[in-house]
């Protein structure tokens, strides 16, 4: 039974990874501090190849014992967002970057390293991105995951996944994500304003995030030693476009362009993800299938107010 650790894997993807880690018979160890008070892993504790550590990644001793003592390391812990790192850029750098270079130097060439990046590092872009283009960051967060994805890379072993925007449902939520707030707006507020909505993104289900981790540990060294952009190829779509889509399945939703206002978040290309097609990867959840399961899931935490599952 290999045994994989996963920093930060109490958060909104590690949480979903961990259930279907452990539902295929890995022996799963968790290291993290628990910034959001979350409770997410709780529910595996009835794993008999389930651990749990309280720690923080900035603790060396902590983090070598255990990347030593684990065939596969997933780094996750991370400072996520533009906002959240420019609030505090210093965790930012010292979590998303020098954590991942660490993990790098120590790590044997028998160990599998798996790390996320984002589609944030790609800035904006007229042309169709691919693997090979540029790296445009518009934020300290994406420059952090560009310097972590470099590490590994220069370290000649490890697969790097560049997701696009995620969405759907998760242990520990996260409504700050584009389409689970678009879903959440279009609930509460049953408007939504966009601002340059002709603005396009890619898009991908956390489900389908956490299968790529799977598919990659079971072709690891077809696909080591590379980058990899990770969404639907269905969704390379807009703002506009996303929020018509939503509105199919709540028609009460009222839509309205702003055409004077300005997005923070200034992304805007299209993605290919055809060099991991080209592996044997495929999706499995489509875009409807995540607002289906967002109006649904909605349902059992609306009452709530936003900031209660959000990393902002």
């Known amino acids: 039974m290999k045994k994989i650790l996963i920093t930060g894997g109490a958060g909104y993807l590690g949480s979903v990874l961990t259930e279907v880690l452990l539902s295929k018979g890995y022996q799963v160890t968790i290291l993290d501090g628990l910034t959001y008070k979350q409770t997410s892993v709780a529910p595996f504790s009835h794993y008999k190849n389930f651990k749990f550590i309280l720690g923080d990644v900035r603790d060396n001793s902590t983090l070598k014992t255990l990347v030593d003592t684990h065939d596969i390391i997933i780094p996750l812990a991370a400072i996520v967002g533009m906002p959240a790192c420019d609030t505090s850029p210093k965790d930012a750098v010292d979590i998303n970057y020098k954590q991942v270079q660490k993990i790098?130097?120590?790590?044997?060439?028998?160990?599998?390293?798996l790390i996320p990046n984002t589609n944030s590092q790609y800035g904006?872009?007229?042309e169709i991105i691919t693997e090979e283009s540029e790296f445009k960051p518009l934020s300290l967060y994406a420059e952090t995951k560009c310097d972590a994805e470099k590490a590994v890379l220069n370290s000649g072993n490890g697969i790097v996944m560049r997701l696009a925007t995620v969405f759907g449902m998760s242990y520990r939520m996260r409504m700050d994500l584009l389409v689970n707030d678009f879903v959440y707006k279009a609930l509460t507020d049953k408007t939504l304003v966009l601002f340059e909505s002709h603005f396009i993104r890619n898009y991908i289900h956390i489900?389908?995030?956490?299968?790529?981790?799977?598919?990659?540990?079971?072709?690891?060294?077809?696909?080591?030693?590379n980058a990899y952009n990770v969404g639907l190829s269905t969704t390379n779509i807009s703002k506009l476009q996303l929020a018509e889509t939503i509105k199919k399945h709540i028609p009460n939703l009222?839509?309205?362009?702003n055409e004077f206002?300005?997005?923070?978040?200034?992304?805007?290309?299209?993605?290919?993800?055809d060099k991991l097609e080209s592996k044997g990867w495929e999706p499995e959840y489509s875009l409807d299938d995540g607002i289906k399961e967002l109006i649904e899931g909605y349902k059992l935490i609306i009452k709530f107010k936003n900031k209660d599952f959000t990393n902002l």
């Open 124 to 126: 904006y872009s007229t």
């Open 261 to 273: 206002g300005k997005d923070f978040d200034q992304r805007n290309y299209i993605v290919s993800n």
């Open 207 to 225: 489900r389908d995030v956490a299968n790529t981790f799977v598919f990659m540990i079971n072709n690891y060294n077809k696909c080591n030693k």
């Open 254 to 257: 009222t839509i309205i362009q």
């Open 104 to 113: 790098a130097d120590w790590a044997s060439k028998d160990q599998m390293i």
